[in-house]
Structures are given as structure tokens and as C-alpha cells.
């Protein structure tokens, strides 16, 4: 792949990780825009190495955020790694049941087929990209709700600020699982919005679920390099072989210039993104679907 192809693909995952609007389903339709195949074992592990390059920006960003609150105290970071633990295991039995019902439904009679092989489907991309959105527009017009109500009440009672609760970390958890295997479905939009939708203040919701994400991310690595060197394998026995080192070099790359777009976006986004503008997110979203399916079954249909 060229050099400015890995530049391009990583600047649009850096520009759109903070934001809850899918920033995997962004990278998959600017693969599409210039020929790519996003289904492939090296664009899924490049895809998978952009999100670790601006995993790495994010930790940069929040961790003295997280050290405030998380590390406070033993008796606080116990509660954190608690919650932690207990979401990300429920996006391990939600995400894996999903993966494995998807592959025994649509690809049924396929015995090598794999997930991966759905990430380049923009008619499954825009659903759920609209499904993202509805449900970010749901938690924010609830939270103006609930603002405008409170504004209402002489004493407000204050949220505790250092972590969720055990149930709004399940339910975060659990909605990450359901975003595991669709490209579209916005992981950070759909685990916010679910811990607005369980009581969570945005930004206790949006600081344990970028935690949550740089749990699962070494998983995620793990799996594509697992496929890669298995689709490696069986590509050079069939006379067409992979260029494994090739791929993970590029695929490093991509990760390094994806951390440098994350940080040059997280100087100014993260602002935008909390000043009660989280409706927006949710209209962009159903904008961007439109936009995906007309790419789709348009004139000139990727």
C-alpha cells in the first residue's frame, strides 16, 4: 500500500476517534474511496493498529484525568479495576456470542468464513451508523431533559465523580460487545450514550469508556495478528503469498501517524465534544448513513 494511503487512512482515524461517530466506519469508506479492500487481513489489522495509535493518544490525554480519579486512592483504583474487569468480560461473552452468531447465520456452509469478511459492506456499515445515532440522540436529548429539569430544583444532588457505578459499567460493557462486530456502530457514541441512559454523568460515562477501550485494544491486535499469519499461511500454499512483513510494517506506521493526528485532534475536540453538543453527534451520524448507503447504491455504488 502507498505511503500516502497509509497517511490518509490514519489522519481520518485520528480526526474522528474522540468523536462518537465511528471513526472505524470513516477509515473502512475511505478505504472504499481509493480501492481498498477493508475486509482483507491487512486492512483489518491496519485498521486495528490505527486504533492502537490513537489509543496511545488518548491514554496521553486522559491519564492525568485518570490518575485524579482512578489512582486517588487504593480504595479507588480497586473500585475502577472492579468495574473494569466486570465490563470487560461482559464485552467478551456479549461481543464473541454476536461474532459467532453472525458467522454461523451469514456464512453459513462457509468454513473459513470470518467476521472480518463483513467490514467492507457499506449496506451494513450505514445501518449501523444510524443505529448509533438514534441511540446518541436518545441520551442527549434525555440530558437536556434532565438539565432543564434540574434547573428547575433550588439544591442539586452531585453525581460522585472518581467512576461508574457496577451497573452502568455492565451496561457499558455490554454495549461495547454489540459494537464489536459492526463497522458503523460507534463504540465511544454507544458506551457514553449508554452510561448517560444508566445515570452517568458524559463525563465519568466518557472517561471509563476510553479506559474500557485501551483494555480491549492488545485483544483486538491479537485476534487480526492471529488471522493474518493464518491467511499468510494458506495464501503461500496457494502460490499467492501475503507480505507479512511488509503488512506489519505499514501497519506500524499507520499507527504512529494515527497517534500524532489523535493528539493534534484531542487539543481541541475534546472541548467541543462536552460543551452539550452531544445531539449533534447523533444528527451526523444519520447524515453519514444517508451519505453511506447513497455511496453504496448510488450511480456509482462502492
Known sequence: MPIYQVIVLAIVQGL??????????????AEKLMGLDPSTPQ????????????????IAYFWKQWMQTYFASADAFKRFAVRLLYATALTGVVGESLIKLVEHTMFKGAPKAEIEDLFGRLDLVAPALACAGVLILIAGLREKKEEAEAANVASITRRPADSVTMRQAGWIGAVQGLALPFRGFSRSGATISAGMLTGAAKERAERFSFA???????????????RLVHDTKDAAATGSPIDLHGTVVVSLLGALFAF???????????????????TWFGIYCLAASAVVWYLHFGPRHL
Open 16 to 29: 474522528a476517534e474522540l468523536l462518537p461517530v465511528s471513526s472505524s466506519a470513516h477509515v473502512v469508506v
Open 43 to 58: 486492512m483489518t489489522l491496519l485498521l486495528v493498529m490505527l486504533h492502537t495509535g490513537t489509543m496511545f493518544a488518548v
Open 212 to 226: 474500557l477501550a485501551v483494555v480491549i485494544t492488545p485483544a483486538a491486535i491479537g485476534r487480526e495478528a492471529v
Open 260 to 278: 500524532l493526528a489523535g493528539l493534534v485532534a484531542l487539543k481541541w475536540l475534546s472541548n467541543w465534544l462536552e460543551n452539550g453538543r452531544w
